[in-house]
């Protein structure tokens, strides 16, 4: 199993956001630090795939080869073959047939926040700054802050935008907001933080 988050506990040593630590049989194999072109992402999953093939599976009485679930190998090589928008799918109908699916679960926020936030232009966070009311904006401010490690701004942006909404509203800046919170660690301090200064604003 290969766990990727943007931050890992503080075991690892982490200081940047985002950072990407893989883990393979509970140990930490590879990581990067800071926001890497799209491309250089995909050549590090790569080589990840490449140096676990066939290393992480539990001993067995058979010499025959673990089979692959075809889904589950169809969603692993549209991602090695870059087609990110077809593995998301892949990796959601996983997902939905068995919403515990580790891998799946992981894949699909992963590749969901990156598609969504790197589609957003630098402008995004002065252009929210303008209109502090407009949700969407909002939305696209808090990703771009958290690809520039403001993890604690774009926090920050969206729970006093819940303080101002009500009703529909006031429940999709909830929900954007837990998200976020779920692309790192549950014990990372800024992620206590923010779910504190949440919990404040709905009540």
């Given at each position: 199993?290969?766990?990727?988050?943007?931050?890992v506990a503080q075991i690892f040593g982490v200081e940047v956001v985002?950072?990407?630590?893989?883990?393979?049989?509970?140990?930490?194999?590879?990581?990067?630090?800071?926001?890497?072109?799209?491309?250089?992402?995909?050549?590090?999953?790569?080589?990840?795939?490449?140096?676990?093939?066939?290393?992480?599976?539990?001993?067995?009485?058979?010499?025959?080869?673990?089979?692959?679930?075809?889904?589950?190998?169809?969603?692993?090589?549209?991602?090695?073959?870059?087609?990110?928008?077809?593995?998301?799918?892949?990796?959601?109908?996983?997902?939905?047939?068995?919403?515990?699916?580790?891998?799946?679960?992981?894949?699909?926020?992963?590749?969901?926040?990156?598609?969504?936030?790197?589609?957003?232009?630098?402008?995004?966070?002065?252009?929210?700054?303008?209109?502090?009311?407009?949700?969407?904006?909002?939305?696209?401010?808090?990703?771009?802050?958290?690809?520039?490690?403001?993890?604690?701004?774009?926090?920050?942006?969206?729970?006093?935008?819940?303080r101002r909404t009500a009703g529909d509203e006031r429940t999709a800046?909830?929900?954007?907001?837990?998200?976020?919170?779920?692309?790192?660690?549950?014990?990372?301090?800024?992620?206590?933080?923010?779910?504190?200064?949440?919990?404040?604003?709905?009540?």
């Amino acid at each position: 199993n290969v766990d990727v988050s943007p931050r890992v506990a503080q075991i690892f040593g982490v200081e940047v956001v985002p950072t990407v630590v893989a883990l393979a049989a509970g140990q930490p194999l590879s990581s990067f630090q800071g926001m890497q072109p799209a491309e250089q992402l995909r050549r590090w999953i790569d080589s990840l795939l490449s140096a676990t093939a066939g290393k992480l599976g539990g001993a067995t009485d058979s010499d025959e080869p673990e089979e692959v679930d075809p889904a589950l190998a169809q969603a692993r090589r549209q991602l090695e073959d870059s087609e990110l928008g077809a593995a998301l799918d892949s990796y959601q109908a996983i997902l939905d047939d068995d919403p515990n699916h580790a891998e799946a679960k992981g894949a699909v926020r992963q590749i969901a926040f990156l598609m969504r936030a790197t589609a957003h232009g630098p402008e995004a966070v002065a252009a929210s700054d303008a209109a502090p009311d407009d949700i969407e904006a909002a939305f696209a401010a808090a990703d771009v802050q958290i690809l520039s490690q403001d993890v604690e701004g774009a926090f920050g942006r969206l729970v006093a935008l819940v303080r101002r909404t009500a009703g529909d509203e006031r429940t999709a800046v909830r929900t954007r907001l837990i998200e976020l919170f779920e692309l790192f660690d549950p014990a990372d301090p800024e992620v206590i933080a923010g779910r504190r200064q949440l919990a404040n604003a709905l009540y």
